[in-house]
T-cell receptor, first 111, second 116 residues
């Protein structure tokens, strides 16, 4: 089983749509969770951290379910500029700061 | 005013050659990383240094040797390049993890290595 699993997609949605991505992780001792965004031929950048109680940043909402070891990202009112690959990231529970990246889910927002 | 920079951006070379990639960060972070992103887009950690000390060394061929002259720089030297080394190599930096938590990592723009 992969340490962090995501559906690679692609997800093709029209502008204005709501889209949700899911991710599962294998190590129940992981403490830190993130969503990163990677544009084509660019470096990954932090989109948002994911907190136990769930958190929102504008049109983006992240949820964490520790019991199911499941993380989600919801994007409302999709914009063309949201087209990118979204990487689910989980820390490896050690004192090294190591992060484990999922394969990423590709989103294509169409006009 | 780049936070994490890498050189070169593109590297095309023949099999068997030796090459180096340089990375510098001006964020004042203590921890730096090298990642490899292959054609399937998986981003995998290779090495990590904390204040010039090696703390992560994943299962990487010993043809790959990182060097950290100071905490702002982490270079990657690759000997005897092979076709399978073709990938994008990203450098990153972060504050050190506290306990078992992870911190946001800031990535450089990547070095696209092509081995012919």
């Amino acid at each position: 089983r992969k340490e962090v699993e995501q559906d690679p997609g692609p997800f093709n949605v029209p502008e204005g749509a709501t889209v949700a991505f899911n991710c599962t992780y294998s190590n129940s001792a992981s403490q830190s969770f993130f969503w990163y965004r990677q544009d084509c031929r660019k470096e990954p950048k932090l989109l948002m951290s994911v907190y136990s109680s769930g958190n929102e940043d504008g049109r983006f909402t992240a949820q964490l379910n520790r019991a199911s070891q499941y993380i989600s990202l919801l994007i409302r009112d999709s914009k063309l500029s949201d087209s990118a690959t979204y990487l689910c990231v989980v820390n490896y529970p050690s004192n090294t700061g190591k992060l484990i990246f999922g394969q990423g889910t590709t989103l294509q927002v169409k006009p | 005013d780049t936070a994490v920079s890498q050189t070169p951006k593109y590297l095309v070379t023949q099999m068997g050659n030796d090459k180096s990639i340089k990375c510098e960060q001006n964020l004042g972070h203590d921890t730096m990383y090298w990642y490899k992103q292959d054609s399937k887009k998986f981003l995998k950690i290779m090495f990590s240094y904390n204040n010039k000390e090696l703390i992560i060394n994943e299962t990487v061929p010993n043809r790959f040797s990182p060097k950290s002259p100071d905490k702002a720089h982490l270079n990657l030297h690759i000997n005897s390049l092979e076709l399978g080394d073709s990938a994008v190599y990203f450098c990153a930096s972060s504050l050190p993890g506290t306990g078992w938590e992870g911190n946001e990592q800031f990535f450089g723009p990547g070095t696209r290595l092509t081995v012919l």
